[in-house]
């Protein structure tokens, strides 16, 4: 089984919500292949899902997809890496 059907995503009320398909239709209303690209990071959370839950934070996990976003921009670097580049999760652009 891959691991995207299984990864857990937090819970909505009572709720817990697993894999990418199950939160692609509980936190939007929609099949996964639907997503938008934002929508699709938006649930890349599976490091914090209690923290990063789209329902329950909306605001921390918008700022998870801006920084996604950045490192795939090569904007930034994982934290631990070294280098001249911003740090992506602990630092936001200017």
Same mark, same amino acid.
């Given at each position: 089984?891959?691991?995207?059907n299984v990864v857990?995503?937090?819970?909505?009320?009572?709720?817990? +919500?697993?894999?990418? %398909?199950?939160?692609?239709? =509980?936190?939007?209303? /929609? #099949?996964?292949?639907?997503?938008? $690209?934002?929508?699709?990071?938006?649930?890349?959370?599976?490091?914090?899902?209690?923290?990063?839950?789209?329902? +329950?934070?909306?605001? %921390?996990?918008?700022?998870? =997809?801006?920084?996604? /976003? #950045?490192?795939?921009?090569?904007? $930034?670097?994982?934290?631990?890496?070294?280098?001249?580049?911003?740090?992506?999760?602990?630092?936001?652009?200017?």
């Amino acid at each position: 089984m891959l691991y995207i059907n299984v990864v857990p995503l937090g819970f909505v009320g009572d709720n817990f +919500v697993e894999g990418f %398909a199950e939160g692609a239709e =509980v936190f939007y209303s /929609k #099949r996964f292949e639907e997503l938008t $690209c934002d929508e699709f990071l938006s649930l890349l959370v599976f490091d914090r899902p209690m923290r990063l839950n789209p329902h +329950v934070n909306p605001e %921390a996990n918008a700022r998870r =997809v801006r920084q996604i /976003k #950045r490192l795939l921009a090569g904007e $930034c670097q994982p934290p631990g890496l070294l280098g001249a580049t911003p740090n992506c999760w602990t630092e936001e652009p200017e």
